[in-house]
């Protein structure tokens, strides 16, 4: 089931960054500027993952009309979404933003996939009624409308889990969680989700069906506890939905934002040593045994919940430390302490 949400997308690009306008106050009424205008570090819309930059110029003028050429770069950094892109006009506008021209494509209008990881260039000309070499010199900006879709119907499925920050959130609004150390969800594409608390080292599981139409997405508990068959079943609950590659924002109807991040095998990732400021941390074992610099004579071992790494005194069972996993790659480990949420380890290969 795909479902394409039109993300509406005004961009506005400032003449003023990376872009060339006229210097001499002649050449406003002698001389049309052809000089090149570039915008870089462009955001399309209003997620992150499509980048890019866009690039005009002035070419002729004449008695009736001012001809130009732009081109505009569309970079996909989202390694698993597919957008749809729809460019309407281009509009021109002074220092002050006062529209210059417009050039519509509505007969023309330029629509075209970007698949994960792609790039793709679009060139074009544009005309505009504009016969003064004044007027035409007195454009400085470039804005491109256009839509911005994404799959959201298939972005949405696999298994999330809950950001750290937000763990400590839901223990301050609910005294049943105070125990709480993860929280994930999991879409399937039959329309089923479901979800997990550990509180106290026990999975609490929640079933549930979704739909999503627009960017709303209703959720209808199945069963909530097989002890409780009739606590919260059939409740609807309604979310604003916003997702990309990595991330996932659930907002309810009083403005109270879930944030999750898709869930990554991190016990592979973490495999190997990490360094602190230089020097030699943790070393992490595939056998499930860790080495701490300076306590190689411990028999430590680790494992990985949802996004809380515990290590433990394998000789005793003893816990030896606890920490919460902010961020994970290949080269960077990010690490807090559950107790001290604002104090943060950083972690480097």
């Given at each position: 089931m795909f479902l394409l949400i039109a993300l509406p997308l005004f961009f506005l690009s400032c003449g003023e960054k990376n872009s060339t306008g006229p210097s001499d106050p002649q050449l406003d009424n002698q001389e049309l500027n052809t000089l090149a205008r570039s915008i870089d570090d462009v955001i399309w819309g209003d997620s992150t993952d499509v980048a890019g930059s866009i690039k005009w110029k002035?070419?002729?003028?004449?008695?009736?009309?001012?001809?130009?050429?732009?081109?505009?770069?569309?970079?996909?950094?989202?390694?698993?979404?597919?957008?749809?892109?729809?460019?309407?006009?281009?509009?021109?506008?002074?220092?002050?933003?006062?529209?210059?021209?417009?050039?519509?494509?509505?007969?023309?209008?330029?629509?075209?996939?970007?698949?994960?990881?792609?790039?793709?260039i679009i060139k074009g000309e544009f005309e505009l009624p504009?016969?003064?070499?004044?007027?035409?010199?007195?454009?400085?900006?470039?804005?491109?409308?256009?839509?911005?879709?994404?799959?959201?119907?298939?972005?949405?499925?696999?298994?999330?889990?809950?950001?750290p920050a937000q763990i400590a959130e839901l223990k301050e609004l609910d005294a049943d969680l105070k125990s709480l150390t993860a929280h994930e969800i999991e879409f399937y594409e039959d329309g089923t989700f479901f979800g997990f608390f550990t509180v106290n080292?026990?999975?609490l599981p929640t079933e549930s069906n979704w739909n999503v139409n627009g960017n709303k997405m209703t959720r209808t508990?199945?069963?909530?506890?097989?002890?409780?068959?009739?606590?919260?079943?059939?409740?609807?609950?309604?979310?604003?939905?916003?997702?990309?590659?990595?991330?996932?924002?659930?907002?309810?109807a009083s403005g109270f934002t879930l944030r999750y991040s898709r869930k990554i095998d991190w016990s592979s990732i973490i495999l190997g040593g990490w360094k602190i400021e230089g020097q030699l941390a943790w070393t992490f074992n595939a056998d499930g045994t860790v080495v701490y610099d300076g306590y190689e004579n411990y028999n430590f071992t680790w494992k990985i919940e949802g996004n809380r790494l515990t290590i433990t005194d394998a000789s005793n069972g003893e816990i030896f430390s606890v920490y919460d996993i902010k961020s994970l790659s290949s080269a960077e480990l990010f690490t807090v302490d559950p107790e001290y949420p604002d104090f943060e380890n950083k972690y480097n290969r």
């Open positions: 002035l070419l002729t003028i004449s008695e009736t009309t001012l001809n130009g050429v732009y081109t505009l770069e569309f970079i996909n950094n989202s390694p698993v979404l597919k957008y749809e892109i729809d460019i309407f006009e281009l509009l021109f506008e002074d220092l002050d933003e006062f529209q210059i021209g417009k050039h519509s494509m509505r007969f023309e209008e330029i629509s075209f996939g970007l698949a994960p990881s792609e790039t793709q504009i016969k003064d070499i004044g007027l035409a010199n007195s454009i400085s900006t470039m804005k491109v409308e256009a839509d911005l879709r994404s799959d959201i119907d298939q972005a949405i499925l696999g298994t999330w889990m809950i950001q080292g026990v999975n508990m199945v069963l909530a506890d097989p002890e409780y068959p009739d606590y919260l079943n059939g409740e609807n609950s309604e979310f604003t939905i916003v997702v990309t590659a990595d991330s996932l924002t659930l907002t309810d």
